[in-house]
Each structure stands twice: as structure tokens, then as C-alpha cells.
């Protein structure tokens, strides 16, 4: 049977959560991983073997687990709330014994028989009620994987064993007795099992919250679609629907799975997957996305993408593996955890010999109890946290404003990014554009040059190509037939009309292959480009035919989105393969700083590794397949959710609707997550650089003051909380 297989109940069958070295490949994602230590994954809840933390529920096999188990996020809070309950009400009769001595009724019962009693009640609490952090302490002793539950079971067991054998055997420790009888620690042993129990509670409810945002996203999807067939509206699953399916969309409700309008007209809102607040009109041929909200109006659909096609089911993957990654910032927290648990362990054994020898009677029980203080106080679970929910929270976020990283070390990355290099055509410009000029040489009509270039571009998916044909087609201009198409990344186009070869590209480019146009041609040109036109030689057997002027709009979020970058401290330059003038005018009105313009698909990786290596931190931004190489070479690439797939497969970072405020978002989210990491990473380190001294005693020869070991726990539970809590301020981001 497969290691992972979703198959077996856990209640039932199980298999032990394991390291990714330590299990085969699976066909399937495992239904649970852990929160805090990539690659381990189990097909069934539990505790990590190498933290100890719970195992979480794994976005990627939501689909996968057995049906019998339910959520086994919601059954672990439930099993702690009952632990929690009763072990509060074992632990209170303890509590008053120990405590309330002067109280009445409790100071006439003898102390051997109040010690009696409290052993009978702190039991089990430790051992029944405890059992769960007594299991992973002890796994954590035999794979050697020191973690929060080494200390806390060091500290629980230290105080019941001394407690049971001073109650037992009080003959052993001579110098202990005060007031009559032996000091015991059974309520430090029992309270603090019901505190770390608490702490777990609230640690697994605000953990759950971290997720929230992949929850959110899934929920999103409707269960049914009304499906058209032969006339009639069929309730039908989502999951049974086939791409080319038609689909009747009412008002108000959820579009079941991505396609295109169909007939009939309506509003949508895409606020939840892109975060664009204003509702998009969506008319025949206008392509709709899984997830959104219809309006008021009804329109059919057709399927197109489903499953795991569609865009919601992407988001929610990339995300989902994204947040298991790993960002290089951990690595600080991992290396002082490798030794943080035994160098504590040393702390509690130096502190119990110093106390024992040098301390005040009773000397042992307060080198017990301090020992126990330092052990319980300086569990690294706070230390462990402070990263992963960050990022975890933060790249959830970021999902939900349509702005799709990778994974951690992109978010941390865009942090360091100081430059910030732009394509212009589809990135800072619509990508949508249209002639504006014909201009054919003498001896030859602007509707046969139209008509020449149409034929050639008809075969490109270019958006210079579509506007060019799209305007043949509203001439009515009949497009003839292509042999030998070829396209010339970063130069033009090529193919056979009839006998004649045509070519159509910029005038740089066949001032490179030998091809000039005539000086009123370029004249032309070069006032066309300075009202910021991208203008297209067509030549016709060598020889030049006219020109045609193009005009891509600036797209209206670019202006604040550019006027943000910069109020970060962002360098701007455009890196175009449009001509110089049309590039410096569109640089001019978005006030970008720098423009490089004529350069190929190579030229941009060249750019883009001449900044890098002159220590400059680069992030591209580019939609089309010649952006590419420039993206990927980039230390973080950015891709247009709106461009190719080869673009986006190549980028780090992913906005859904190619809106440029969305880069904005990008990089202040990735500054807003690491400042909390490192707000986290400081408390964790504070906190235990503070505790561990003070629950050895360092105060007690000034003031005379000790830390209870019921204190630190409090403590240490808090510490858990805040750090999770710090990260879900992340949520709030906008």
C-alpha cells in the first residue's frame, strides 16, 4: 500500500507521519503535512516526529481524504477541549490542597494525607489527560529530534517524579522538610500540563485562522451548475462538468468554472480573485473566471476550462504549495533550533546543580523547581513559528488581492528588489491595439498595403498582428492565403502571398538585414513614434511598401501603480523591442526613469544580467514569450496574468489580471510579511533570552524572587500565541 494513500480511516488504519526522504512518491498529495517542517506528510492527523506540532490538513488533497474522517483540524480542537475541561476540573482540587492551607476544612486535613490526595488527582492529568505531549516527548527522544514537547516533558515528569518519591520515600531527602512535611510540586506538574494543553488550543484555533485564505478560495467554487441540455436546465455537480458544456448563469449567483459568455449580457464582480473592486462587463465572446460573482443580468456560458484547469483551482495550488515552502530567512530559526533544545537542557542541569549545592533549604526542591522553570520556559516553539505563519499568512493574502508567489523565497526576495525593469506592450500598456495610419508609398493605395500586411499578420497572435488584421476585416478587406509563415522573435514576420514574399517589421531590424526605406518614409516614421505610435515597415520582396502605425493605450492603472513603485524607493526602467521615440514617449508620460528601447529577446537578458552584476536586485515584469528568458534570469520574474503561459510559467509572480497596482501590492506585501517575520524572529529571541535567566534564579540573590514554574508556562504559551497573532495582522493587508 502507498505510504500516503488517502484509503485507510485514521481512526481505524494508520500510518506514521513521516519525513519526505522517508516516503515513496505518491500518485496523490498527502492529506496532511506540517505547518512548520517541509516534506513531512502523513495520510492521517497526528504530531510532526521531527517539531512535534500537529499535523495540518493539505490544501492540495482536500479531494483525496476519506470521507469517514471528516476534518481532522475540527477533531483535534474538540479532543483538546475535552482534555482541557478535564483536566481543569482534576486539577483544581490540587490547586486548593497545595495552595490552601490556611483556607478552612484544608489546613486540618494531615500534609501526608493532603500529598496523598494530590497524588491521586495530578496523575492523571499527567498521564491520562497528558498522555498526547507525553507521546511526542518520548518520540522525540527516540528519533533524537529535540523539540518544545523534550522540555515540557523533562519539566512535567521531573516535578511528579520528585513529588511522588518525597511523598513515597521522604527519608531521602533529609534537608527538604518544612512546615512538617515534604514540599510537593504536584499542582506545578498538573497545571502546568493544563497550560500547555490551553496554549495548544488557542495555537491550533489561531493556526487554522492562518489558513483561512486557501479555505476562503475553495469556498468560492458552487457544488452545482445549471447545465443546458437539449432544451432543458439540468442541476448538475461541478465536478461532472465537460468542457463545451453550456451553462445558465442567474443573477447573483457563482460562475461554476471558467469559459465564455455565450449570449446575453451581465456584470461580474472578481473582487475575491482579483481584488478589483468594480464590477467587469461581460457581453458575448467575453471570457469569464470560476469563483466570480454574477450581477443582475442572466447570460449562458461555455465551459472551457474545468477541474483543475480552471484559474480558482490554480490559485488555490500554487498557493497551497507556496505556503509549504520554505523562505531563506528560516534557515536562522532552524540553525539556533538545532541546538537550542539541548543547550537549554544544560541551562536546566547547571541551574539544578548550582541550586542544589549553593541554594537555601530546602536546597534540592528549589533546584527542582527552577530546573523545571527554565525547562518549561524556553521551549523554541515561538522561535519555530515566527516564519511560517508569517509566510503562510502573507502569501494567502496575497492570493486573495490577485498577486500569485511562488513560494517563500520569492516573497522574500521581492523585499531586497531595488530595480524594477518593464516590458512595454501588454505590462504598462493595454496590449490591445489598433491603427491609427496607413501610410503606403507612392504608386500603391493604403487599402493594398492593408491588405498585404493582413495576410502575413493573420498567421502571428501577436497583439501588434491582431490590431492589423482586425483592421482589415473592418475594411472589409478579403485576407489571402499564406505559405511559409515565419516568425522572427523580436523582428517581424515572414511568409508567401502568392509568389511574393512579405515581410513586415520594424525599421531597426532590416536596417540590420541590409533593407532602408527612403528618408520622407522615415521621416514619417519618426513623427508617428513621437506621438508615441509603434510603427511597421511592410516590404514586399525586399522592397519597402509603406508603413503602418499602431497605438497600444497605456493602460489606466499604470500611472499610480508607477508613482507607488517609486514612493518605495524602486528604480524604473523599460526594456522594449519597440523604436526608441514611441518607447521614450510612453517612458516621458509614465515618468519612468530609464528606457532601453530596439533591444531582442537576448538584449533583455543581457540587461537584465548587466544590472545583476553590478549587485543590483532585479525583478522583470513582462506578459509575452520574448519576456521569457528576461523573466526567468531575473531574481524575481513577474508576469501579467493576462499574457502568455510560457511567460507566467517563467515568472515567480503571478497578477491574475496583469493590473500594475497589483505589482505595488507585490512588493508591499513582501516588505509588510518581512517585517513581521523579523518583529516575530526579535520576540522569540527576546523572549527566551529574557525567560531562561529568570527561571534560574539570576534574581533571587537581589530580591529574593523565583519565576513558578506554572508562570512559565503561562509564559510560554503566550509567546506561541502572540507570534500567531502578530502574523494574522497580515490578513488585514490591503
Known amino acids: 500500500m502507498l505510504p500516503n494513500a488517502p484509503t485507510p480511516c485514521p481512526h481505524c488504519s494508520s500510518h506514521e507521519a513521516q519525513p519526505a526522504a522517508a516516503v515513496k512518491e505518491t500518485l496523490a498529495p498527502a492529506a496532511y503535512i506540517c505547518p512548520m517542517c517541509a516534506g513531512v506528510r502523513s495520510d492521517k492527523p497526528g504530531a510532526c ?36 475541561r478535564w483536566s481543569t476540573a482534576m486539577t483544581a482540587p490540587v490547586v486548593l490542597l497545595s495552595m490552601g492551607m490556611d483556607l478552612p476544612v484544608i489546613r486540618d486535613i494531615p500534609h501526608d494525607a493532603s500529598g496523598w490526595m494530590q497524588f491521586v488527582w495530578a496523575t492523571p492529568v499527567v498521564f491520562w489527560v497528558g498522555w498526547p505531549l507525553l507521546v511526542r516527548f518520548a518520540n522525540s527522544l527516540r528519533t533524537l ?76 467554487a458552487p457544488k452545482t451548475a445549471l447545465l443546458i441540455r437539449n432544451g432543458e436546465e439540468i442541476e448538475t455537480p461541478v465536478d461532472d462538468i465537460q468542457i463545451g458544456d453550456v451553462l445558465r448563469i442567474k443573477p447573483g449567483a457563482r460562475i461554476p ?130 516564519t511560517p505563519m508569517a509566510v503562510t499568512v502573507g502569501l494567502g493574502r496575497g492570493a486573495q488581492l490577485g498577486v500569485l508567489i511562488k513560494n517563500a523565497e520569492t516573497l522574500e526576495r521581492l523585499h531586497e528588489i531595488d530595480i524594477v525593469m518593464l516590458d512595454k506592450t501588454g505590462t504598462l500598456t493595454e496590449g490591445k491595439p489598433s491603427v491609427t495610419e496607413v501610410f503606403p508609398l507612392p504608386g500603391l493605395s493604403a487599402r493594398d498595403l492593408l491588405a498585404c500586411a493582413a495576410a502575413v499578420e493573420s498567421m502571428s497572435e501577436h497583439p501588434l498582428a491582431t490590431a492589423i488584421v482586425n483592421a482589415a476585416k473592418e475594411r472589409n478587406i478579403p485576407i489571402a492565403a499564406v505559405t511559409d509563415f515565419q516568425s522572427i522573435t523580436g523582428g517581424g514576420v515572414l511568409g508567401n502571398v502568392g509568389d511574393s514574399e512579405v515581410f513586415i517589421g ?67 526602467q523599460m526594456i522594449t523591442g519597440d523604436a526608441l521615440a514611441t518607447a521614450q514617449r510612453v517612458a516621458k508620460d509614465l515618468n519612468i526613469d530609464e528606457v532601453a528601447a530596439e533591444v531582442s529577446p537576448k538584449e533583455k537578458l543581457l540587461h537584465v544580467y548587466q544590472a545583476r552584476g553590478k549587485d543590483r536586485h532585479v525583478a522583470f515584469a513582462g506578459d509575452g514569450i520574448n519576456d521569457a528568458p528576461a523573466l526567468a534570469a531575473a531574481d524575481v520574474g513577474i508576469a501579467m496574468g493576462t499574457g502568455t503561459e510560457v511567460a507566467i510559467q517563467s515568472a515567480a509572480v503571478t497578477l491574475v489580471k496583469g493590473d500594475l497596482r497589483a505589482l505595488h501590492q507585490a512588493f508591499a506585501l ?19 533570552g529574557l525567560g531562561i535567566p529568570l527561571a534560574a534564579g539570576i534574581l533571587y540573590p537581589f530580591t529574593g524572587w523565583l519565576l513558578n514554574p506554572m508562570i512559565a508556562s503561562v509564559a510560554m504559551s503566550l509567546s506561541s500565541v502572540s507570534v500567531i497573532l502578530n502574523s494574522l495582522r497580515l490578513r488585514q493587508f490591503k
Not at 533550533?337 to 533549604?361: E, H, I, K, M, Y
Not at 528618408?519 to 511592410?538: F, I, Y
Request: glycine content about 8%; aromatic content about 8%; some cysteine.
Open 257 to 386: 468554472v471558467d469559459g465564455s459568455v455565450t449570449e446575453g449580457s451581465s456584470t461580474v464582480d472578481e473582487s475575491m480573485l482579483t481584488g478589483e473592486s468594480m464590477p467587469q462587463k461581460k457581453e458575448a465572446n467575453a471570457a469569464v473566471t470560476g469563483g466570480t460573482v454574477n450581477g443582475s443580468g442572466t447570460f449562458l456560458m461555455r465551459a472551457d476550462r474545468v477541474g483543475a484547469n480552471t484559474l480558482l483551482s490554480q490559485i488555490v495550488e500554487m498557493t497551497a504549495k507556496a505556503q509549504s515552502s520554505r523562505a531563506p530567512v528560516q534557515r536562522l530559526a532552524d540553525r539556533v533550533s538545532a541546538w537550542f533544545v539541548p543547550a537549554v537542557v544544560g541551562v536546566a542541569a547547571l541551574t539544578f546543580l548550582l541550586w542544589w549545592q549553593f541554594g537555601p533549604q530546602p536546597s534540592f526542591a528549589f533546584a527542582v523547581v527552577n530546573a523545571v522553570a527554565v525547562l518549561i520556559i524556553a521551549c523554541p516553539c515561538a522561535l519555530g513559528l515566527a
Open 49 to 84: 516526529p521531527m517539531c512535534g506540532m500537529a499535523l495540518e490538513k493539505n490544501p492540495l488533497a482536500h479531494r483525496n481524504e476519506p470521507e469517514c474522517c471528516g476534518d481532522g483540524g475540527d477533531d483535534e480542537v474538540n479532543d483538546l477541549w475535552w482534555r482541557v
Open 670 to 688: 513582501s516588505h509588510a510579511t518581512m517585517k513581521v517575520i523579523r518583529q516575530n524572529l526579535m520576540f522569540a529571541f527576546l523572549y527566551n
Open 506 to 572: 520594424q525599421e531597426a531590424f532590416l536596417k540590420k538585414n541590409g533593407v532602408f526605406v527612403s528618408a520622407e518614409c522615415h521621416a514619417h516614421s519618426v513623427k508617428m513614434q513621437e506621438e508615441g505610435c509603434t510603427v511597421v515597415v511592410v516590404v514586399l520582396n525586399e522592397k519597402p511598401l509603406g508603413l503602418i502605425a499602431i497605438k497600444d493605450k497605456i493602460k489606466e492603472s499604470a500611472p499610480p501603480a508607477i508613482a507607488a513603485l517609486h514612493a518605495l524607493g524602486l528604480k524604473l
Open 145 to 220: 529530534r529535540f523539540n518544545m514537547f523534550t522540555l515540557i516533558g523533562l519539566g512535567v515528569l521531573a516535578a511528579w517524579l520528585y513529588s511522588t518519591v518525597a511523598l513515597a520515600a521522604p527519608n531521602l531527602f533529609p534537608h527538604a522538610a518544612t512546615h512538617g512535611g515534604m514540599v510537593l510540586y504536584f499542582e506545578s506538574a498538573a497545571v502546568i500540563t493544563v497550560l500547555v494543553l490551553i496554549g495548544q488550543l488557542l495555537e491550533l484555533r489561531a493556526r487554522k485562522a492562518t489558513g483561512s485564505a486557501i479555505r476562503a478560495l475553495m469556498n468560492l
